[in-house]
């Protein structure tokens, strides 16, 4: 399914950053980023990390997976700390939403000046 996919996925975002390339920030939410090479279209990737724990509980939660699926999901993806380390910039989602929004605000702050 991706090997069909992804190349309309691709061509479609790059056509839609063309299209809003006047705009200051841009900002895409990518699940498989890393895996599926989106990252050289960007400027800069900002990273929303947790702990394995909490994404492990988080995912559950959200999906009604069991552990072991949940796990199944997880390693399937490039792992956490590999997008740490490739990230321009980190998150950290441990704490409160409001907390996360303060980094955000802080982040675009830092960007757009």
């Given at each position: 399914?991706?090997?069909?996919?992804?190349?309309?996925?691709?061509?479609?975002?790059?056509?839609q950053m063309a299209a809003?390339?006047?705009?200051?920030?841009?900002?895409?939410?990518i699940p498989l980023l890393?895996?599926?090479?989106?990252?050289?279209?960007?400027?800069?990737?900002?990273?929303?990390?947790?702990?394995?724990?909490?994404?492990?509980?988080?995912?559950?939660?959200?999906?009604?997976?069991?552990?072991?699926?949940?796990?199944?999901?997880?390693?399937?993806?490039?792992?956490?700390?590999?997008?740490?380390?490739?990230?321009?910039?980190?998150?950290?989602?441990e704490g409160s939403l409001?907390?996360?929004?303060?980094?955000?605000?802080?982040?675009?702050?830092?960007?757009?000046?």
């Amino acid at each position: 399914m991706n090997a069909i996919t992804a190349p309309v996925i691709r061509q479609a975002l790059i056509a839609q950053m063309a299209a809003i390339k006047q705009a200051s920030v841009v900002v895409v939410d990518i699940p498989l980023l890393y895996e599926q090479g989106y990252a050289e279209l960007f400027d800069g990737v900002a990273v929303v990390a947790v702990s394995h724990a909490t994404q492990l509980a988080r995912l559950m939660a959200r999906n009604q997976l069991t552990a072991e699926a949940a796990e199944l999901r997880i390693a399937s993806q490039l792992p956490l700390a590999e997008k740490r380390a490739q990230a321009d910039y980190i998150l950290e989602n441990e704490g409160s939403l409001a907390t996360l929004q303060a980094q955000i605000d802080s982040l675009l702050t830092k960007i757009t000046d």
